[in-house]
């Protein structure tokens, strides 16, 4: 090749040794200020309404399709790399697709969503303390524990960031926009998803630095041009462990935030799920509350908090219900988790009357996970009658302070549980507090069953 054709190219060395100083230097930069917590609060408006960027149409549309342009590339790199063996007029998208291919496997998949994600241990903004989360903070790189918190690095902003690849791609006369293009998607991807509170201001440029380094790493696999005898019976084992290592790096880490409840207009973000109540507006138009509530919960997988309410206000068309559930998991292609609502009909499983609000809700898994855990926190009324059966075989089910005063009855207690102060045996396995109506009645089945005390 021409010395002036090798002139044309970017340095991949000089490239890759300058992304590595500009991970060291954000690195740096994040531990010795505030920054990340600082950019956080910006975003972050309490418990009504914590990230009202989830609510931004912009940021949503990224969040649902930003991934999809560096999948498509990839994908087509891998389709022009195996043209490239059909005749000579693909030859040369030979090392061009090779390049493209590896660097989504390698950059948004294997470093983001399986090492960085499944080790690091890196609570997201909503997980955190100071931002209606129960995690400490972590700066980046201070080791966490391995599944709590998915937020290093950004997989969504290492997606944005991998059209860096374009700017090893393009010629010299187009490099700049290539590499404009690139700042513009990977700067808008970063800005959601700090607003949405999924990441902090690290994750997202910490990823584009790594992204950056790994595309200036790989970039010599451009101009290289395997012979086709390299793919032959004997490399085809080669092949097949790469298929496999590309099925496994494109497993997606899947987070999800769901809030089942009836709010009133306005209140909450758009993945609130609603729960239809059949109560009959009023003449000032405020639907009435139930007059009892029953609950059917069946959660395999995570941890699951219980709490009495006070009622809400009398001029909120709210149900006195509501559930929170954070999911999070490393799976691979095709594996989903869901967890779903059904108000049950009047007297139905729990023979119930007119004025009962029945729901149930069930979490499923499907497909091979790798790594899972969830965490949901169900809120139940205080001031109405409440018969729940809960199941939590995969976690801790922890039941919050009772209402004070309530007639309470315990079901389905393990011999090695013991029950709160002030209750007595009520025939097999039920434990009775006395008090006043209206009864509260829990079934309980879990791994450990705990009892917040008042």
């Known amino acids: 090749m021409s010395l002036a054709a090798r002139a044309g190219r970017p340095s991949a060395q000089a490239a890759f040794t300058g992304g590595l100083l500009l991970i060291a230097a954000l690195t740096l930069l994040f531990w010795l200020t505030d920054l990340d917590r600082q950019t956080a609060g910006l975003f972050y408006r309490g418990f009504d309404q914590p990230w009202p960027g989830r609510r931004w149409a912009w940021s949503e549309w990224l969040y649902d399709w930003g991934q999809l342009p560096a999948d498509l590339a990839g994908a087509l790199g891998w389709a022009a790399f195996a043209l490239s063996f059909k005749g000579k007029r693909w030859r040369a998208w030979r090392g061009p697709g090779l390049y493209l291919g590896i660097l989504l496997l390698l950059g948004p998949g294997l470093l983001s969503n399986v090492l960085a994600k499944g080790l690091a241990g890196r609570p997201r903004p909503v997980d955190t303390l100071g931002f209606g989360g129960i995690w400490e903070f972590h700066r980046p790189f201070e080791p966490g524990i391995p599944g709590r918190g998915a937020s290093f690095i950004s997989g969504h902003a290492s997606n944005a960031w991998y059209f860096f690849s374009l700017y090893f791609l393009a010629g010299p006369k187009s490099r700049v926009r290539a590499l404009l293009l690139c700042l513009a998607f990977g700067a808008a991807m970063s800005l959601a998803r700090v607003a949405q509170g999924a990441h902090w201001l690290s994750d997202t440029l910490l990823a584009g630095a790594a992204l950056w380094t790994l595309a200036a790493g790989l970039s010599p696999l451009i101009h290289w041009e395997a012979p086709a005898a390299f793919f032959r019976r004997p490399a085809l084992l080669r092949a097949l462990a790469g298929v496999l290592l590309g099925w496994l790096c494109v497993g997606r880490l899947v987070y999800d935030e769901r809030h089942f409840a009836r ?169 009775l507090r006395d008090g006043q109506p209206p009864l509260i009645s829990l079934d309980l089945s879990a791994s450990r069953v705990r009892f917040s005390e008042p």
Do not use: K, Y
């Not at 029945?358 to 899972?372: C, I």
């Not at 139940?380 to 801790?396: I, S």
């Open 263 to 431: 709010p009133a207009a306005g209140d909450w973000p758009p993945t609130t799920r609603d729960l239809p109540w059949a109560g009959t507006p009023d003449a000032s138009g405020r639907t009435p509350q139930p007059s009892e509530v029953a609950v059917d919960l069946s959660m395999p997988v995570g941890d699951l908090d219980v709490a009495f309410d006070p009622p809400a206000p009398a001029s909120v068309n709210s149900l006195p219900l509501s559930l929170d559930e954070t999911f999070e998991g490393q799976g691979l292609p095709l594996a989903r988790e869901r967890m779903d609502a059904q108000v049950l009909p009047t007297g139905g499983q729990f023979a119930t009357g007119p004025g009962t609000l029945a729901v149930r809700f069930s979490q499923e898994l499907h497909g091979v996970w790798l790594a899972d855990s969830a965490r949901a926190r169900l809120g139940l009324p205080a001031g109405l009658p409440v018969d729940a059966r809960l199941h939590a075989e995969g976690g801790d089910l922890t039941i919050g302070p009772f209402p004070a005063g309530r007639r309470v009855l315990l079901s389905g207690l393990r011999a090695d549980t013991p029950p709160p102060q002030g209750f007595h045996p009520f025939g097999d396995r039920d434990w």
